[in-house]
């Protein structure tokens, strides 16, 4: 079964990228364009694996990420910051919130689906088993 | 006479604590320390000498010259407080005559307030007048006749005399120090206030840049790496130069946030001669697509032929500025580009002769308690807008800058639900 990836990104052009990317490779993936709907989904569809913009209108992505981890059934789904919040000091801050990857954009599409597949690997040892 | 000897005989020390109050606060205290230790040095000397009476007709005629060339109000007082001799500094920096302060206690020049502390540490003092260790970051306050406090940093020795243990207090009024110093604190909050809008202004511009990157640089690798679909030897070579100048473009990116955290930019101005109608359709051209999909009519009204002697690049950048925000803040209606000569009013030798460009907006105009804010760097007038309307909040401070460059001005009327007008004034020359 291929996993399943929740998206929060209000970009569309970058939505439409990544979905794009992992479509390609074979995995489901589901959309929101905000912090709530991202949350709403998260609960909903519980997924393999959550990426998350951190400029997001009204609920940035920290507290997406807080609001998650307050969540029993989703508190342990491993969430991703695919930001172009980009300055020195970004990556260490979010990784240090509690994000459990960091990709800066722009993205690399060569290496993107290889990453989410080591973040799943390393949440999720037994997957694709 | 050797230093073991006159340390133990004047006993000099600096005790901050008898006049009270007491803060967290550096200062210079090492000059003015070995001011009172030189001063408690030559006193204890004098009392070295006055062992006959002639010699004590001197010493104290030494004494009262040393007293008076100090640069501080000199106060020596007895063990029940009274003051036994000051210096006419005293008399400057307390207000007093000196035949109103010898022989009364030495809390009149103390704030009410501290009286009952100050005498508590007094008598603390001639209990014990040993050297104690002087505290740091002790603010003290003196009272003036009139009433007025003011701020004091005081050292204190003690005496010994035929007539009992007398200690010396060397008071210095520090008003003015205060004041430089509440001063230079105010500008460091400034600047630091100025340092963090700076580096939110850097990281906002860092991430309003790689977000279209995003997309331009993602696309084309995806179509790079075929997921699409084959690619002819043509689109693949040319779609490599499409990647190979989008990540020079981020490279330059980089590089210039870098240099801007190190430079603090200066604007090159190379002057030459623009038509005005040329000006004003390149920049239609750079947002008619933005406003076709928002349906705004674009409008434009320039005479044939004026031209105007300024910096094009610059020029292009404040006009850029401002027909961007009118799209952006514009739902529906049009943006009006006009182009005006002015004349400065007959018979006047002030006011301007010029041209001016006004961009008119039928968008959301800005609230009378937003307008004084507008052209501050680095702020959207409504953070919660930031999302929808996009940007840095850059483009009016800039373009208030290199209008001031260029020897002009912007001003602008708006009316919040009717629209903005902003208008660009430059010097004809």
Redesign the interface.
């Given at each position: 079964m291929s996993a399943r990836i929740l998206i929060i990104e209000?970009?569309e052009?970058?939505m439409?990228?990544m979905v794009?990317?992992l479509h390609?490779s074979g995995y489901r993936t589901f959309s929101a364009e905000n912090g709530a709907e991202g949350l709403r989904l998260a609960k909903q569809e519980l997924p393999d694996l959550i990426v998350c913009d951190i400029?997001?209108?009204e609920m940035d992505g920290l507290e997406v990420l807080w609001l998650l981890k307050e969540n029993s059934g989703a508190r342990s789904i491993p969430i991703v910051a695919v930001t172009?919040?980009?300055?020195v000091g970004?990556r260490e801050r979010l990784l240090r919130a509690g994000f459990d990857g960091y990709i800066?954009?722009?993205?690399?599409?060569?290496i993107f689906v290889a990453q989410m597949e080591a973040l799943l690997r390393s949440a999720r040892p037994n997957f694709g088993k | 006479m050797r230093l073991r000897d006159w340390e133990l005989l004047a006993g000099s020390n600096t005790v901050h604590g008898l006049f009270g109050m007491i803060w967290p606060h550096s200062i210079e205290i090492g000059a003015f320390a070995a001011v009172a230790i030189l001063a408690a040095v030559l006193i204890a000397a004098v009392s070295l000498f006055a062992k006959s009476a002639a010699g004590r007709r001197r010493a104290d005629e030494k004494f009262r010259g040393l007293l008076e060339s100090a640069p501080d109000a000199m106060v020596i007082v007895n063990s029940a407080g009274e003051i036994v001799l000051i210096n006419s500094q005293t008399e400057k920096v307390f207000g007093y005559p000196r035949r109103e302060l010898l022989g009364k206690n030495m809390d009149i020049l103390v704030p009410h307030r501290f009286r009952d502390l100050h005498s508590r540490h007094r008598n603390g003092y001639f209990t014990e007048p040993r050297v104690r260790a002087m505290g740091v970051g002790l603010e003290l306050f003196g009272v003036r006749k009139n009433g007025d406090e003011f701020p004091v940093e005081i050292s204190l020795s003690p005496l010994t005399t035929e007539e009992g243990v007398l200690v010396s207090s060397s008071i210095r009024d520090i008003t003015d120090r205060k004041r430089f110093e509440t001063a230079l604190r105010e500008k460091n909050l400034e600047l630091e206030n100025a340092n963090r809008a700076k580096d939110t202004f850097?990281?906002s511009m860092?991430?309003?840049l790689?977000?279209?990157?995003?997309?331009?640089?993602?696309?084309t690798?995806?179509l790079l790496?075929k997921?699409p679909g084959p690619l002819t030897p043509d689109q693949e070579k040319q779609l490599q130069t499409v990647r190979s100048s989008g990540r020079h473009l981020?490279s330059i990116i980089n590089d210039l946030?870098d240099l801007a955290r190190i430079e603090s930019g200066r604007v090159e101005i190379s002057e030459e001669e623009v038509h005005c109608g040329d000006a004003v359709a390149a920049v239609v051209d750079f947002i008619r697509i933005a406003a076709e999909e928002k349906g705004i009519t674009v409008v434009v009204d320039v005479p044939d032929e004026i031209v105007v002697r300024t910096d094009a690049r610059a020029l292009h950048q404040i006009l850029l500025n401002l027909a961007n925000n009118a799209v952006k803040f514009t739902a529906a209606g049009s943006v009006t580009f006009r182009v005006r000569t002015t004349e400065r009013p007959e018979g006047r030798v002030t006011g301007f002769s010029g041209i001016e460009f006004s961009v008119i907006d039928t968008g959301i105009g800005i609230r009378p308690e937003d307008q004084t804010r507008i052209f501050q760097a680095f702020s959207q007038v409504d953070s919660s807008h930031k999302?929808?309307y996009g940007g840095a909040g850059l483009g009016l401070h800039v373009s208030r800058r290199l209008a001031e460059i260029l020897g002009g001005s912007i001003t602008f009327d708006s009316e919040v639900g009717k629209g903005s007008t902003f208008r660009l004034t430059l010097p004809r020359r």
């Open positions: 209000d970009n052009a970058a439409d990228l794009y990317l390609t400029n997001l209108p172009a919040l980009a300055m970004d800066s954009k722009p993205i690399d599409p060569e | 850097l990281a860092s991430h309003e790689r977000t279209p990157l995003n997309a331009i640089l993602g696309f690798s995806t790496m997921l981020l946030l999302r929808s």
